[in-house]
């Protein structure tokens, strides 16, 4: 199993980013993908979380309304999608994964991280 990120990068604020993670190698259809982030000097947090079987999302409430996470075109792939970026969103986001129904940002119940991805919002 591995998960591989992509479309991090530096943008300014009020900018948008669109990161991607292909999950390679996965036997079952019943899991889940989130996106965590780990700021300078923060512990790492949770994003956003969607479901493969039924595309169910949950945010965290500091995301909502300018991040959305979806299921991407690839099998097995996600994305989160970025828009009005402030500087204190700058981090490195890690795509996570785990198999079963869970909907949540509990990053104790995701088994499966990627590399991470850094995201810089700056002028």
């Known amino acids: 199993v591995q998960l591989v990120e992509s479309g991090g990068g530096l943008v300014e604020p009020g900018g948008s980013l669109r990161l991607s993670c292909v999950a390679h190698?996965?036997?079952?259809?019943?899991?889940?993908l989130a996106w965590f982030r780990q700021a300078p000097g923060k512990e790492r947090e949770g994003v956003a979380c969607?479901?493969?079987?039924?595309?169910?999302?949950y945010y965290a409430d500091s995301v909502k309304g300018r991040f959305t996470i979806s299921r991407g075109g690839a099998k097995n792939s996600v994305n989160l999608q970025m828009n009005n970026l402030k500087a204190e969103v700058t981090a490195v986001y890690f795509c996570?994964?785990?198999?079963?129904?869970?909907?949540?940002?509990?990053?104790?119940?995701?088994?499966?991280w990627g590399q991470g991805s850094q995201v810089t919002v700056s002028s």
């Open positions: 969607i479901s493969k079987m039924d595309e169910a999302a």
């Open positions: 190698g996965f036997p079952e259809d019943y899991f889940a």
């Open positions: 996570a994964a785990q198999f079963g129904g869970y909907l949540g940002l509990d990053e104790t119940r995701f088994a499966y």
